[in-house]
């Protein structure tokens, strides 16, 4: 069983998601709390913007559960730079107990999946969980500096700039977690950086496989499946995987970086990076859920353990892939007694 189900009641209760410019302009425009003019926020270097933005996703998080940095117990989160400096430099201003987390791409659901059990459990009341990436910090550091001005391949994708958090908690809210399942490391002998989807594929399709299993569900069982950054290349392998071994995923499955751009924008195979389905999580889906358009959810964030020493010496790309399911909770209605009148009955 890689699947654990909560034995009490765990709630989202609400979410913040910011994005640059670029990713502002995309169809899911409408959905962002925050859309930046200026992917430098004023900073002297993207690794600071970054940090920057991580921050402000946190605190508006925080802000639009209406709770306080007081009221939370704990921050979980990481980033994509060496160290998660963003997350661990975001801890520091913040001064909440922070635990830091790495999954790649992958880290939003596994930010969800240790608070949901640790709220669970009762060792938090409140838990903010969030990840951010930056385009510009993320090519100086796993690609070649933008001045190079590098072409990509057409497989390659393009790191989002933006990130999202959400509180989980312990206060009822109309989206309730119900499930998570940490996925196992897989290999399928991947080695092209720019071939990141085909690389995560097969970690997404071992999860997903397992999260219905040990659920006792189907495909069809989900309002919405996501997945996070797979791009067009990895989600058309998923799909194959998974009718390979008799699971047929339809029009309830989407990933999450091919939702993020116009296709009219030169991104290659769509978005990547920690901040894609965070950001998607925190928006699209969060607010689906609260209106009750989406009744089930089961969010798969992918990510590619790599790194750049490891790729230089010729390693090839180990994926996963982690899940959590989120159900919207039908709000009970109040019993509204009968008023029995005082005034006599006319003949």
């Known amino acids: 069983m890689q699947t654990i189900k909560m034995k009490n009641n765990v709630y989202l209760l609400n979410g913040y998601s910011m994005v640059g410019p670029l990713e502002g302009r995309g169809p899911l425009r409408e959905y962002f709390d925050y859309i930046l003019k200026d992917d430098t926020l004023k900073e002297k270097t993207f690794e600071k913007a970054e940090r920057k933005l991580l921050q402000s996703i946190i605190t508006g998080a925080i802000d639009k559960a209406n709770l306080?940095?007081?009221?939370?117990?704990?921050?979980?989160?990481?980033?994509?730079?060496?160290?998660?400096?963003?997350?661990?430099?975001?801890?520091?201003?913040?001064?909440?107990?922070?635990?830091?987390?790495?999954?790649?791409?992958?880290?939003?659901?596994?930010?969800?999946?240790?608070?949901?059990?640790?709220?669970?459990?009762?060792?938090?009341?409140?838990?903010?969980?969030?990840?951010?990436?930056?385009?510009?910090?993320?090519?100086?550091?796993?690609?070649?500096?933008?001045?190079?001005?590098?072409?990509?391949?057409?497989?390659?994708?393009?790191?989002?700039?933006?990130?999202?958090?959400?509180?989980?908690?312990?206060?009822?809210?109309?989206?309730?977690?119900?499930?998570?399942?940490?996925?196992?490391?897989?290999?399928?002998?991947?080695?092209?950086?720019?071939?990141?989807?085909?690389?995560?594929?097969?970690?997404?399709?071992?999860?997903?496989?397992?999260?219905?299993?040990?659920?006792?569900?189907?495909?069809?069982?989900?309002?919405?499946?996501?997945?996070?950054?797979?791009?067009?290349?990895?989600?058309?392998?998923?799909?194959?995987?998974?009718?390979?071994?008799?699971?047929?995923?339809?029009?309830?499955?989407?990933?999450?970086?091919?939702?993020?751009?116009?296709?009219?924008?030169?991104?290659?195979?769509?978005?990547s990076g920690a901040g894609c389905s965070a950001s998607v999580l925190n928006s699209y889906i969060l607010k689906k859920l609260l209106k009750g358009e989406f009744k089930r959810v089961l969010l798969v964030s992918t990510g590619a353990l790599m790194s750049t020493t490891t790729s230089q010496q010729g390693e090839t790309i180990p994926g996963i892939a982690h899940a959590v399911e989120l159900e919207y909770v039908t709000p009970i209605k109040p019993v509204k007694k009968a008023i029995k009148s005082k005034e006599k009955k006319n003949d």
């Not at 730079?81 to 659901?109: D, H, K, W």
């Not at 700039?161 to 996925?183: C, E, L, M």
């Not at 397992?210 to 996501?226: L, Q, R, T, W």
Request: aromatic residues 8%; hydrophobic residues 40%.
């Open 68 to 271: 306080k940095i007081g009221d939370i117990d704990f921050f979980f989160g990481g980033d994509l730079l060496n160290q998660i400096v963003s997350s661990s430099y975001t801890a520091r201003e913040l001064e909440i107990p922070f635990v830091g987390l790495y999954s790649a791409c992958a880290t939003m659901a596994e930010s969800l999946a240790l608070s949901a059990i640790f709220v669970d459990n009762g060792l938090a009341n409140n838990i903010v969980a969030g990840t951010c990436t930056h385009f510009s910090s993320a090519e100086r550091q796993y690609r070649f500096p933008l001045e190079l001005g590098n072409q990509r391949p057409p497989t390659a994708q393009w790191t989002i700039t933006g990130g999202g958090a959400s509180i989980v908690s312990n206060i009822k809210s109309k989206v309730r977690i119900n499930a998570v399942t940490f996925g196992k490391v897989i290999d399928f002998g991947i080695a092209d950086v720019n071939n990141m989807g085909a690389a995560m594929a097969p970690s997404a399709s071992d999860t997903i496989k397992a999260h219905i299993s040990n659920m006792g569900k189907k495909i069809k069982d989900y309002d919405f499946i996501a997945t996070g950054d797979l791009g067009k290349l990895g989600s058309e392998i998923l799909i194959d995987l998974m009718e390979h071994d008799g699971v047929k995923l339809g029009k309830n499955y989407a990933d999450c970086g091919c939702m993020m751009y116009d296709k009219t924008e030169r991104v290659f195979m769509g978005g």
